[in-house]
């Protein structure tokens, strides 16, 4: 097995977010999302497994967040993201978008001050019983992710046929997938690293040209 590079003197390893975004009990995603954590694991990070149903929250109403606060849920999950280093998204498709319980989610999450979402690194991945494997789902997830200043990875990873593609252990069932999956997860934690271990680096993410760091907070869920 090859040296751990994850971690330098004084620090721990890198600490990365798995969440599986489905609410079902036992969806594609979710054994997606498993997949990507042992892969990240065995990559020689650590992970924090979460599933949907662990942040329950009802549908964003802007009058209920000024009456009674963001709720429970939303909390919690904003907990979870600010103690990793980076997150992965195993998204559902639905009808060729984002799922609304996961774009709900990340309404809710975006009214916690301060932002949780900007200047973290994300993986997007989707598994599908379509031939399009939930890539179009993908796609429409990172335009809010990046609004919000998330560094989404540029390689996303998309499964179809997902209903056929595990095998008994977990495992995909076409090895090539599975290595490239693999390989997606240890360039994404090498990119991490890069931007989260070494100070040398100049840390900047603009969300528009010329938005400056000590500009106005721009309220991302509005009517």
Known sequence: MAEDTRQEPGRGPIKVL???????ADSLNGRLAALVARLVERAGAT???????EFPMPVY????????????GALALRERLEACDAFVISAPEYNASVPGVLKNAVDWVS???PQPFKDKHALLVSASPSMVG?????????VPLEHLGTRVYPDMFSLAKAHEGFTENGDLSDTGLQDRLADAADSFLRLVEADTRYVCLQRRWYEFLGDRTDAPVTQRAQD
């Not at 798995?18 to 079902?24: I, K």
């Not at 992970?47 to 149903?53: P, Q, S």
């Open 47 to 53: 992970v924090d497994l979460a599933h949907m149903r």
């Open 61 to 72: 109403d802007g009058d209920a967040e000024t009456a009674e606060g963001l709720p429970p």
């Open 134 to 142: 939930g890539n179009r789902g993908l796609w429409a997830l990172r």
């Open 111 to 113: 009214r916690v001050r």
């Open 18 to 24: 798995v969440f599986g975004a489905s609410l079902r």
